[in-house]
């Protein structure tokens, strides 16, 4: 007679297959956009490596690649070749030649991105790319900003930036005439120059604000705020560097040029990414304060 089994024993639980993903596809699509679009990628590159805004680009790629490896076993299941995404990838091709023959580096750029999002929406079809936006849509920060939007959006912000030097300056006694962009101190006169004006911490904060808010809350519309604030922050704090060069000049004007200027900027990045932080615990506080007094007023 058989001897029956332990009822209390635990079953066996069959582990989850392990996600296979199409890399054979992967590498073949992938290597010929990399071939295509060689010149486009290489030129991207070198600006990542000599423009003070666009350094965060080398960090563009791994994050946004991060993200699409962390829902990998989510879209794997999903995906259902599309057709329809080769009218993205023929228009990334038409793009390209038009941005290459009239030396018009964004709109080449920009082309490599919607080829990209085509070859994705071929291969996996409309859902996985719905499921992949956010990480895809990162990676629009890794493209320069066409020149001509840079130069409308610089000035201004080099003229707001010296009004908010004068006005503090002027607040803690410091005598300055302000000029345009052109601040006139007793012992020298001190230019608020591209690098003052914002727009080189605005796009790289911009970028952390959105990853930091993807990673640190899940509620949408304080993602949204986030990247909404890097803008006045990267503003302020960039005042915040023109004013102190501008009390530093009164007592040690060495301390305005070289390397110490340039220090002084990394910090002041540094000061706009705290401020970010502090901001989204203030908001989660505020939030979560909100949330109880409206739960007590409930029960009560």
Known sequence: MSRPAHTGEAATETPAPPVQLPWAAIAWFGGLLAALYAPVLARMVYEWAT???????????????????????????LARPDLRGLIAVLWGFVQLVLGT?????????????????GVVWTMAGIEVLRRLAFPLFLLAFSVRIPLFLYSQITLPLQLLASQIAEAVLNFLGVPVLREGNILELASQRLSVVEACSGIRSLLSLTFLALV???????????????????????????AGRVTLTGILSEYRPE?????????????????????????HRLLSALAGFLVRRKDARVSA
Request: hydrophobic fraction near 60%; include cysteine.
């Open 51 to 77: 423009v003070e805004e666009m350094g965060h680009g080398f960090f563009v790629l791994p994050v946004s690649g991060y993200l699409i490896w962390r829902r990998r076993a989510e879209v794997v299941g």
């Open 101 to 117: 023959a009239g030396a018009d580096f964004f709109v080449a750029r920009t082309a490599f991105l919607i080829s990209l999002v």
């Open 212 to 238: 930091y808010g993807y990673f640190f809350d899940h509620r949408l519309w304080m993602r949204i705020v986030l990247a909404v604030l890097a803008a006045p922050i990267a503003i302020l704090t960039n």
């Open 255 to 279: 301390l305005t040029r070289g390397w110490f200027h340039d220090i002084e900027g990394w910090l002041v990045f540094l000061v706009a990414l705290a401020c970010l932080v502090l901001s």
